[in-house]
Structures are given as C-alpha cells and as structure tokens.
C-alpha cells in the first residue's frame, strides 16, 4: 500500500471515528464503587468521550423504567437542574433538560432525540443525539451544540444488569478546560452511581 493511499486511509478511519466518538484509545479515569469511567480523545474536538461502566443488581424493565420517567430521572443524573418529555413517537423520543454549572459559567440546556433499540438478547440500547435546533433557545441558557452517545443495558441474568453509558458532548459556548475535565469524569461517574443506588432499592 502507498504511503499516500495508507495516509487517506488513516484519514478516512479518524474522521469515522469522530463523526460516532467510538475513539478506541480509551484510557482509565477513574474505577471506584464498581463503576469504571474511561476518556477517550475525540479527533477535531477539544472535549473527551466518557464512558461509564458497572453492573446493577435490576432488571432491565426496571432500569428502562427509570429511564422513561423523564422527569424523575432528573434525580439521578449528573447536575440536572429539570426535565422533561417533548414528544414521543414510536421508539423515538425528544427530551429537554437543563443543567446546573458553577459560577461564572452560564447555564447549559439540551434537546436530545432518543432511539430505542430492544435486542433479541434481551438487550436495550438508547442512542441519544443531540438536537438542539428542535426547540427555540431558552433565554439565561446557553444551548449545548452538539451530542451523540448510547445507553446500553445487557441481562446478566434475571436481575443484574451490565450497563454502559457513553457520551461525547460539544457543550457550546466557552468552557473551561478545568470544568469540561471535571464533567467528563463526574458526569458517568456519579450518574451511574445515583441510577444504582436508585434501581438497587
């Protein structure tokens, strides 16, 4: 293979991985309360993919409960100041949400489309993306411009569950690095730590 065929090649495969952020380079950030948060670079972003692994004694139905409480599940994820259901259709759903962030950073909110895929394994997978033009921008809120990830939750058996919850956010406006490396790591982190300690009850 030429050196310039081998080079677009490799170019090819990067901008692949950009566009799903299914970086492969994942490197550990964190592995406490059995929930392993792993960061990945993101080729032409300048924040990093997470993603949050564990495993929680619930059943899947009940976790996809949890999920489908759009409002509820405020409660449980990471620095979720409201939420709520816009519309569904089928396995399609439109959520907004509006996040909490420390001074002086303004306030981020998002619109998310997500995709139910129920696999003959038992498995449950939702993708999220993000849509932040499918509702017009709230006033003291800066829109974050950009998200694609999934939710993934694997039977172990009749009542454990593997789950994954990997994101890569382009959250707009001006971040700083201090707190978009805080958030990438906390973000999986403590989310998953509140869904279990909620679905575990």
Known sequence: MGSLHRLAVVCGLTALVATAAHAENWQTAKDEDGIKVSLSEVAG??????????????PVAKLRALQ?????????????????????????????????????????DSVLEITTVQGADGSLTRNLKGVPTYIPEEKGFV????????????????????????VHTEPGGSVPSW??????????????KALKERAEK
């Open 179 to 192: 707190l978009a490396n805080k958030f990438v790591v906390e973000a999986p982190f403590n989310t998953l």
């Open 45 to 58: 972003s300048d924040y990093k993919a997470y993603r949050g692994e564990t495993v929680i004694k619930a």
């Open 68 to 108: 489908e409480d759009v409002a509820g599940a405020c409660a449980w994820i990471h620095e979720c100041k409201s939420q709520k259901l816009l519309k569904t259709e089928g396995d399609h759903s439109w959520t907004y949400t509006q996040f909490n962030t420390p001074f002086p950073v303004t306030a981020r």
């Open 143 to 166: 829109r974050v411009a950009q998200v694609q990830g999934f939710w993934k939750f694997v039977p172990k058996d009749a009542n454990t569950t593997e789950v994954t919850y990997q």
